[in-house]
C-alpha cells in the first residue's frame, strides 16, 4: 500500500467511526424498507467530483473518490465511504467485439449495424476478448489490493439494452424495427441483455462482499438485497404503450435475474413514469433532472423510491412534499461549496471563511429538512 494511500485510509476511519457508517445505513435500509420511523431523514450533498468521467487511470480515480471520501466525512450527510469505477458507454458494445472510439474523454463505439439483417451477425458476448470489460475488472482490483479490502466498491455505469442497441444502429432505425422487424429487434435486444446480465455477475463474483450493487448514483448506498439498476436514457422518447410491449420485458427479466431494479433516465421521462414504478421488479426510478413536485404530478407513489438530486434552495419544500405524499425519496442534494474560478476548491485550500460558510449551510440545511 503507498504511504499516500495508507494516509488517506487513515483519515477516513478517523471521520466515518462505524457508529457514523451503522447509523446512515441503518437510515438507507429503512428507506429502501418502506419504514419511517427515522432518527432523520437520510441525503447526500453533491459529491465535487466528476463521478461518471470515464478516462481515469485506476490510481487517479482511487484518489479522487478517496479525497472526495474525505471531504464527505467533515460534512453531516449519508454518504457512505466506497469507490465507484466510472461510466462507459461503450462497455457493453466491446463486450460483443464492437471497437470503443474515444472523443474528448467520451467513450462510444462504432455503429455496425446498417441493414435490419445485420443483427443476425452480431456474435455472442465475450469478457474474456473485451478490452474494456478487462480494463474495468483490472480497476476494480486495483481498488481492493491497494485499500486491502477496506472500501466496498460499486458496480461500473454502463448503459442499458435499448440504448446500446441504438448505439450500434439507430434510434430511429431501432424503434422503426420494433414495428416493422420485431423477430430482428428482439434478437438484437436479448443479444444485448444477456451481455448486461453477464457482465453484472462478473463484477459480483470478482468484489464478493466488497460488490456495491448500484450505480444510482454512483455515491449512493442501498442494502445488497435490492438487485440491479440500469440506465435508460431513451425512455424520454418513447410512448406508454411502446415502453409496455419493446422496452419494459428486458426491464423485467434484468430485475427477475437480479431480485429488483432501479431505472434511470435523463430528461423529461414523466409521460412513461408511471408505467415504469408499475413495472414488475423495479423498487426504485433514478430521475436526475426532474424536481420532486413534477414527480408527484406525474404519478410517483411511495410504493416506488425515487433516487433524485435536488436543489439545497429547495430543501424545506421538499421535505414539506415528501412528509406530506409519504413518498420514500434517496435525496442529493446541490451544496455550496466553496468555487474559484467557476470550479470547486479542494477541501485542502478551504480557508476559514470556507469552512464557516460550510458549516453555517449545513446548519441551515438540517434546520429545514424531516426529522422523523
Known sequence: MKNWIKEKLEKINELYPQERIEKSKNRWTKLWNGETDFDRYPFNFIPTSDYYYGAHTPEERLRV?????????????DFIPA????????????????????????????????KTDDVYSLPEPSLEKSYVAQGWFDMQKYFVE??????????????????VCAMIWSYDELFIAAYTEPEAYHHIMNIVTNA?????????????????????????WHPQDMGASVSADSLVMVSPDFYDEFFKPYLVRIGEKFGGLSVHSCGDFTKVLPRV????????????????????????????IAIA????????????????????????????????????????????????????????????????
Not at 65 to 77: A, M
Request: with cysteine; aromatic share 10%.
Open 65 to 77: 473518490s478517496l479525497d472526495e471520501i474525505i471531504l464527505h466525512g467533515h460534512l453531516k450527510d
Open 83 to 114: 469507490i465507484f469505477p466510472g461510466c462507459k458507454q461503450s462497455t457493453i458494445p466491446n463486450i460483443l467485439g464492437i471497437k470503443e472510439i474515444c472523443c474528448d474523454d467520451l467513450f462510444v463505439c462504432e455503429k455496425i449495424i446498417k
Open 146 to 163: 491497494e485499500t486491502d479490502g477496506k472500501l466496498p466498491v460499486h458496480v461500473v455505469d454502463m448503459q442499458g439494452p435499448v440504448d
Open 196 to 220: 448486461f446480465i453477464m457482465f453484472w455477475e462478473a463484477q459480483k463474483n470478482l468484489l464478493g462482499d466488497l460488490f456495491v450493487g448500484t450505480h444510482l448514483f454512483g455515491w449512493d
Open 277 to 304: 414504478c408499475d413495472t414488475p421488479t423495479v423498487r426504485a426510478i433514478n430521475a436526475s433532472q426532474l424536481t420532486a413536485k413534477q414527480m408527484v404530478d406525474a404519478g410517483l407513489t411511495k410504493k416506488t
Open 309 to 372: 438530486t435536488l436543489n439545497y434552495e429547495d430543501a424545506e419544500e421538499t421535505f414539506k412534499l415528501i412528509k406530506k405524499h409519504d413518498l420514500r425519496m434517496s435525496a442529493t442534494f446541490t451544496f455550496p461549496y466553496p468555487v474559484k474560478d467557476k470550479k470547486y476548491v479542494p477541501l485542502e485550500n478551504w480557508t476559514k471563511k470556507d469552512w464557516d460558510n460550510v458549516k453555517k449551510a449545513e446548519e441551515d440545511f438540517l434546520e429545514k429538512m424531516w426529522i422523523g
